[in-house]
């Protein structure tokens, strides 16, 4: 007896299927019906993947319920979590990441990381982006005691991300690095203020480590948006 021989075909093959990401022909669930807005469609450089969003409606407006599949192929995988809005995406130029500019509210929005794994866009973070950079900021030395944003709480991708960021003046790998922008509003303020809050701090993310930082290139940015207020 051969104790290297090759095991059954059905084997290789049930051990094949175990190994591949969880993937889904179907689509969407019944009641979930595909947008026909155009702006919520969006295609990878490469064209291999598409992204639908479809909607589930609701008399209750907090009962609407959104969700993201993107096509590659014939397959198609949803990209969670479920949302009550629709998104907006941005992909890195080798289409390799995928960040979505999810609003939660009014004037508020999360970010979502994703990144391609065995021909499938998964989730390249356990906690979504934008929760990863607001500790990030509340965790730094100039920032660990401004007082917690109360409303309007953004998270933004900052333009650039597919150039390389080339418009800041700066000379960084392509598909590298995301800037994200932070910001948001005091619910209590002075009487001679219309408006205080965090005015657009940014850090950088990267890719490749996963690590937060803060180029030199953005402390007059941010020691602005430290003091960011609107008088009366």
């Known amino acids: 007896m051969n104790?290297?021989?090759?095991?059954?075909?059905?084997?290789?093959?049930?051990l094949t299927l175990a190994a591949a990401p969880a993937l889904a022909a179907s689509g969407p669930p019944p009641g979930f019906?595909?947008?026909?807005?155009?702006?919520?469609?969006?295609?990878?450089p490469d064209g291999a993947t598409r992204l639908e969003q479809y909607m589930k409606d609701s008399e209750d407006l907090f009962g609407v319920k959104w969700q993201v599949w993107?096509?590659?192929?014939?397959?198609?995988?949803?990209?969670?979590?479920?949302q009550g809005y629709g998104a907006?995406?941005?992909?890195?130029?080798?289409?390799?990441?995928?960040?979505?500019l999810q609003k939660t509210g009014s004037?508020?929005?999360?970010?979502?990381?994703?990144?391609?794994?065995?021909g499938a866009f998964v989730s390249a973070t356990k906690k979504s982006l934008s929760d990863l950079a607001w500790a990030y900021f509340y965790a730094r030395p100039e920032t660990k005691h401004f007082a917690k944003?109360?409303?309007h709480i953004t998270a933004n991708l900052m333009k650039g991300a597919e150039e390389g960021y080339r418009w800041l003046g700066v000379?960084?790998?392509?598909?590298?690095?995301?800037?994200?922008?932070l910001g948001g509003a005091f619910d209590k303020h002075p009487k001679n203020v219309a408006v205080k809050g965090l005015g657009g701090w940014q850090c950088r993310y990267d890719l490749k480590t996963g690590k937060f930082d803060v180029p030199k290139t953005f402390a007059k940015t941010n020691?602005?948006?430290?003091?960011?207020?609107?008088?009366r």
């Open 223 to 231: 020691a602005e948006a430290l003091e960011w207020e609107i008088r």
């Open 3 to 14: 104790p290297f021989r090759r095991p059954a075909p059905w084997l290789a093959l049930a």
């Open 70 to 82: 993107a096509r590659r192929g014939d397959q198609m995988t949803e990209l969670k979590p479920e």
């Open 88 to 100: 907006g995406f941005r992909f890195t130029n080798d289409s390799q990441w995928l960040v979505r």
């Open 171 to 181: 000379d960084w790998p392509d598909n590298r690095y995301l800037v994200i922008s």
């Open 33 to 44: 019906v595909l947008t026909g807005n155009a702006d919520l469609a969006f295609t990878s």
């Open 149 to 151: 944003i109360d409303y």
């Open 107 to 118: 004037g508020e929005q999360d970010l979502f990381l994703y990144h391609v794994e065995n």
